[in-house]
């Protein structure tokens, strides 16, 4: 199951709100080894487009670089869908290279009315995917994750 805060939820689907008709698409690090969605990270999609993402290489090049630096890991992958259902394409399973992260898909295709408001509904669903076997997992939406406890 992915535990996720609030604000972190809020602001992946604005980010997704924000770059339709084009996927959007980010990160969010954590702790290593702690599963703990904590930094969010928006990426620029270089593809520019509304059906594919692509992660520019030097900007996810530096996020790595980052991310060891502060010892955290990827524990969100997330991007957006423009036009169909929140569930990983064939072309999202074979680019899913972090089998310990959880996979977020936000589906926009609902949320755009014709007179432009983006008020409608969007779909947030997450999956683990592991050697091109995909898996969907419960999303638990938390005002604030629980603090962890650090060693005396």
Not at 34 to 46: I, K, Q
Request: charged residues 30%; proline residues 7%; glycine residues 6%.
């Amino acid at each position: 199951m992915l535990t996720i805060d609030r604000a972190t939820y809020d602001a992946i689907v604005a980010h997704a709100k924000r770059d339709h008709p084009d996927e959007a698409c980010g990160v969010v690090a954590g702790p290593e080894g702690s599963d703990r969605p904590e930094r969010l990270v928006e990426m620029v999609n270089a593809a520019g487009s509304p059906t594919f993402y692509e992660f520019d290489s030097t900007d996810l090049f530096q996020l790595y670089k980052e991310m060891d630096a502060r010892d955290e890991e990827p524990v969100v992958v997330y991007h957006s869908h423009t036009a169909t259902e929140a569930y990983p394409s064939r072309t999202d399973v074979g680019l899913a290279s972090e089998p310990n992260a959880h996979y977020v898909l936000v589906s926009t295709r609902d949320c755009f009315t014709d007179d432009g408001n983006n008020d409608g509904p969007v779909e947030f669903r997450s999956y683990r995917i592991v050697d091109g076997e995909v898996t969907e997992e419960e999303v638990a939406v938390v005002d604030a994750l629980p603090r962890t406890s650090q060693p005396a």
